[in-house]
């Protein structure tokens, strides 16, 4: 109806000129509304195959087969790669997820042979709780294994965490085992500097906690009013 404020307008143009194999796209919406997505993936469709007269719609069964086809194709690779490495470092860190679900990524470092450092994500698990440190060293010791480097560790960097301690005495246990620890262990259990500068920030703003907060409140207070901006920017230019 003519003048109806609720009259749909069209969100895709498609226009087809003299040449049939040209195709113009105009007026896409960006909302996330069912049609749209419908008549966005048309658009696409057509703007392919203009490009590419023998492109063919991919399905997503297809793109997940692709997707896994090629990391095991990347994983060889790099099984093969690290073969040809004695020695290799280890990093793990454990991460919470929004859903609240404990993974942990596993991270090898090494040099190659033109002495450059390389770093490659060897894992990442799910490690349900409680994350004990058995847990982690179980986790870790079928990373190991999958890899083919349960005899090639050198060191294992972790976070200073008791959980982390705990999992580096098993393991080290297991590798003394196989004699397959360097100078004794004494190299094995690395503590990472980045966690432990955090926590002695993470203190130090603990003792002046009261300070930052009226800093935070007093911002929150200043951006809530545009007003109030303008009379501080007049204040901070006559400063």
Known sequence: MEGDSNQLHPMVDVEEYENE???GISNVGTDSSPENEVA???????FAKSLELQ??????????????????????????????????????????????????????????????????????????PPDTGFLIADALQKSFQEW???????????DNAKAN??????????????KALLIGGKLFHVRCCAHITNLLVQDGLDEISLIVDCVRDGIKCLVASESRLIKFSEIAIGL
Request: glycine content about 0%.
């Open 165 to 178: 301690d705990t999992s580096i005495r098993v393991l080290k246990d297991v590798f003394n085992r196989r």
């Open 148 to 158: 083919e480097i349960e005899n090639k560790i050198s060191s294992i960097t972790v």
């Open 40 to 46: 966005q993936d048309m658009v696409s469709n057509e």
């Open 21 to 23: 194999d040209s195709i």
């Open 55 to 128: 492109w063919a719609k991919l399905s997503r069964d297809a793109a997940k087969n692709d997707c896994f086809a090629t990391f095991e194709i990347e994983k060889r690779k790099l099984r093969n790669l690290l073969r040809g490495f004695l020695k290799v470092n280890i990093i793990t860190d454990m991460w919470t997820s929004c859903q609240r679900l404990y993974y942990m990524v596993v991270t090898c470092h090494f040099i190659d042979y033109d002495w450059r450092l390389n770093r490659r994500v060897l894992n990442f698990c799910n490690v349900p």
